[in-house]
């Protein structure tokens, strides 16, 4: 079946402007994962969602940041007032279950960059 | 405060030869890691784990080895291919965080043929 996919590839907005980032992923999955990939380091933890509910939302920087997931398959990840250090690789994974038994599947990302 | 460190950013082998990527830790409370493989402009892919109750997992042409008293783990890769050249990450969990994976910085692999 299909991947883990993410909308849009490519985003460029303007310092101050809000965005909203798209998962979809792969069906049956019932965690989700949000992370944050800046250049030269590796992913960092965001938020974990389990079905409809934030089961972990520790890594959100600041109250800017927000994740939804209402009917526990599609997120999105939305960021308020956009500031350039924002400019990242925003990846969304999914899982069947927890990290135990069963392996991320991770999306290609969505690029963000903040003028 | 990096608790999963790659302290070498990358490594250049030949085509059959093996491969060591090096990971360490700071959190004795990780029981579970990861190895992730990433080519440009895709995302992360799951390639092997280990529990802390093992010091070996294999699979395949990959082995991960567990040394807990050192927090230290390593991939080998054997024999090495033009096709294993990516970033290599390194992931740990802990049971009370069951859905926070922390990364290493990665290590970048060349495989020269």
């Known amino acids: 079946g299909a991947g883990v996919s993410q909308t849009p590839s490519n985003k460029v907005t303007e310092k101050g402007k809000y965005v909203e980032l798209r998962c979809d992923p792969i069906?049956?999955?019932?965690?989700l994962y949000w992370y944050r990939q800046s250049l030269g380091q590796g992913p960092e933890f965001l938020i974990y969602?389990?079905?409809?509910?934030?089961?972990?939302d520790s890594g959100l920087p600041n109250d800017r940041f927000f994740a939804v997931r209402p009917e526990g398959s599609v997120s999105t990840l939305k960021i308020q007032r956009t500031e350039r250090g924002d400019s990242a690789v925003y990846l969304c994974?999914?899982?069947?279950?927890?990290?135990?038994?069963?392996?991320?599947?991770f999306g290609n990302g969505t690029r963000l960059t903040v003028t | 405060d990096q608790q999963v460190k790659q302290n070498s950013p990358s490594l250049s082998v030949q085509e059959g030869r093996i491969s060591i990527l090096n990971c360490d830790y700071t959190?004795?409370?990780?029981?579970?890691f990861l190895w992730y493989k990433k080519y440009p402009a895709e995302g992360p892919t799951f390639l092997i784990s280990?529990?802390?109750?093992?010091d070996k997992n294999e699979d395949g042409r990959f082995t991960v080895f567990l040394n807990k008293s050192a927090k230290h783990l390593s991939l080998h890769i054997v024999p090495s291919q033009p096709g294993d050249s990516a970033v290599y990450f390194c992931?740990?969990?802990?049971?009370?965080?069951?859905?926070?994976?922390?990364f290493g910085q990665g290590t970048t692999l060349q495989v020269k043929p």
């Open positions: 994974a999914s899982s069947l279950a927890g990290v135990y038994n069963s392996p991320l599947h």
């Open positions: 969602f389990q079905g409809t509910g934030a089961a972990d």
């Open positions: 069906s049956g999955h019932t965690a």
């Open positions: 959190n004795s409370m990780f029981d579970y």
């Open positions: 992931a740990a969990i802990r049971a009370s965080n069951t859905g926070k994976l922390i």
């Open positions: 280990i529990s802390s109750i093992k």
